[in-house]
């Protein structure tokens, strides 16, 4: 049993505010089933003030999305000299950056969708590129703001340049890749099982689909070719090393087999802050490999450091 005294840090200020609730009340309870003395820190403004005074051992990192997962919290730890879960400063915002993000994976050969970085009020009077495209926030998560733009639409999204986007001006248009939802996980150095998602009555993998009960499927191992598959766990191996990332992330890619069983395969993201819930794609993934959920977030605690 450890004596380690571990804050978990949740909830804080971003739309994904209440996603890391879940994954961070989650944890602590898995924490503290795993005897480690655990305090649930709701993170807000004075966030640096509370952790000088708790003098925790180790940051258990539960949030999600700006703030929790773009270097900034990482930042704040780094400089009080907390040892923290999951990725460093540069790697979290480079990875929250999903236009930077993409130049990197391009460049150590992963294979991406065509995309251009905009400001969203440029996009208004004509379509960015050729129907279909996806239009996304620059700095998002779980799917907020995302918005396909279909191939007969005549004009693009209107909802993009209106007063109702909260999400910064910075969009990245991407063109729409037909197939199927993969995800893999990394686990230190090693990639875990390859899921694929099927959402249940939603025409993407959105916030509904992936939080709502009942809202997506999740089949592990995905039923695909074993090159496919073994391809997917080197590519997302791949880009937790080529982004700089630490502790567990998930690389989401798009897969088209449409007309040949190799198909294609495009890489979308990687999340360095994926959900911790047990039925969340990274711990079911930690299952299947041998890993209950309890073992998986004491390796986590176990693995933190400052200087990620």
């Given at each position: 049993?450890?004596?380690k005294?571990?804050?978990v840090?949740?909830?804080?200020l971003?739309?994904?505010?209440p996603?890391?609730?879940s994954s961070?009340?989650?944890?602590a309870?898995?924490l503290?089933?795993?005897g ?6 709701d ?6 003030t509370?952790?000088t005074d708790?003098?925790?051992?180790v940051a258990f990192n539960?949030l ?9 919290i990482?930042?704040?730890?780094e ?10 400063v540069?790697?979290s ?9 993409k130049?990197?994976?391009?460049s150590?050969?992963?294979?991406v969708a ?5 400001n969203?009020f440029?996009?208004?009077s ?5 129907p279909p495209?996806v239009?996304?926030?620059?700095r ?17 999204p ?5 007063s ?8 990245l248009?991407?063109?729409?890749v ?18 694929e998602i099927?959402p ?5 993998y959105?916030?509904d689909a992936?939080?709502a009960e009942?809202?997506?499927k999740?089949i592990?191992?995905a039923?695909?070719?074993?090159n496919v598959?073994q391809?997917?766990?080197?590519l997302?191996l ?5 982004m700089?990332?630490?502790g567990v992330?998930?690389s989401?890619?798009r897969?088209?087999d449409r ?16 959900g ?10 930690a299952?299947?490999?041998g ?10 605690v176990e693995?933190?450091?400052?200087l990620r």
């Amino acid at each position: 049993m450890s004596g380690k005294h571990v804050a978990v840090l949740m909830g804080g200020l971003s739309s994904e505010r209440p996603v890391s609730l879940s994954s961070g009340n989650a944890c602590a309870d898995a924490l503290e089933g795993e005897g480690y003395r655990v305090t649930r820190v709701d993170v807000g403004r004075d966030i640096a003030t509370v952790l000088t005074d708790l003098r925790p051992d180790v940051a258990f990192n539960a949030l999600h999305g700006p703030f929790g997962e773009d270097g900034t919290i990482q930042g704040i730890l780094e400089y009080l000299q907390i040892p923290y879960t999951h990725s460093g400063v540069l790697a979290s915002a480079l990875a929250m950056d999903k236009h930077q993000a993409k130049r990197v994976a391009q460049s150590v050969g992963i294979p991406v969708a065509e995309a251009k970085a905009m400001n969203r009020f440029d996009i208004s009077s004509a379509h960015p590129m050729a129907p279909p495209y996806v239009v996304k926030p620059v700095r998002e998560g779980s799917s907020f703001g995302v918005v396909i733009v279909q191939e007969n639409q005549p004009h693009p999204p209107q909802v993009i340049g209106s007063s109702e986007w909260r999400y910064g001006d910075h969009v990245l248009v991407e063109r729409y890749v037909y197939g199927r939802e993969l995800t893999c996980g990394v686990m230190g150095d090693v990639a875990l099982g390859v899921t694929e998602i099927l959402p249940v009555s939603h025409a993407f993998y959105d916030y509904d689909a992936k939080y709502a009960e009942g809202g997506s499927k999740h089949i592990i191992p995905a039923q695909i070719s074993p090159n496919v598959y073994q391809k997917i766990q080197t590519l997302a191996l791949k880009a937790h090393q080529a982004m700089g990332c630490r502790g567990v992330s998930r690389s989401d890619f798009r897969y088209d087999d449409r007309f040949s069983e190799d198909g294609e395969i495009i890489w979308l993201e990687i999340n360095t802050q994926p959900g911790m819930t047990p039925t969340s794609l990274v711990p079911e993934m930690a299952a299947h490999a041998g890993h209950s959920f309890g073992e998986l977030v004491r390796w986590m605690v176990e693995d933190a450091t400052c200087l990620r």
